[in-house]
């Protein structure tokens, strides 16, 4: 994983434990449309999606609340919200 050049926190397991567990719905990327432009990684309220070698993105789904944020900003629309399944 790639560390970011500006000093954003990274969640961690804390008094509620890994709060991505909370979700109802959750983002799923679809690779075939990211164009690797990091603007989910930069607007994500979280901060849980990491950046990789390469430029992919991936979403740390211990943490990620599924609060849609990255759907709505990817100029793609290449992540689309789907029902959690527990
Ligand atoms: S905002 Fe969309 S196109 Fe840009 S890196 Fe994220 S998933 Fe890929
Ligand atoms: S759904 Fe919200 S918390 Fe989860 S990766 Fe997208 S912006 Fe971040």
Same mark, same amino acid.
């Given at each position: 994983?790639?560390?970011?050049?500006?000093?954003?926190? =990274?969640?961690?397991v804390?008094?509620?434990?890994?709060?991505?567990?909370? =979700?109802?719905?959750?983002?799923?990327?679809h690779y /075939?449309?990211?164009?690797k432009?990091r603007?989910?990684?930069?607007?994500?309220? @979280?901060?849980?999606?990491?950046?990789? @070698?390469?430029?992919?993105?991936?979403?740390?789904? /211990?943490?990620?609340?599924?609060?849609?944020?990255?759907?709505?900003?990817?100029?793609?629309?290449?992540?689309?919200m789907?029902? @959690?399944?527990?």
């Amino acid at each position: 994983m790639i560390e970011y050049p500006i000093p954003l926190g =990274r969640p961690k397991v804390g008094a509620s434990g890994l709060t991505g567990h909370w =979700r109802i719905i959750k983002p799923v990327i679809h690779y /075939d449309k990211c164009t690797k432009c990091r603007l989910c990684v930069i607007y994500c309220p @979280e901060n849980t999606i990491d950046l990789l @070698e390469g430029f992919d993105v991936r979403i740390d789904y /211990d943490y990620c609340k599924g609060c849609g944020v990255c759907a709505q900003i990817c100029p793609q629309k290449a992540i689309e919200m789907v029902p @959690e399944v527990k």
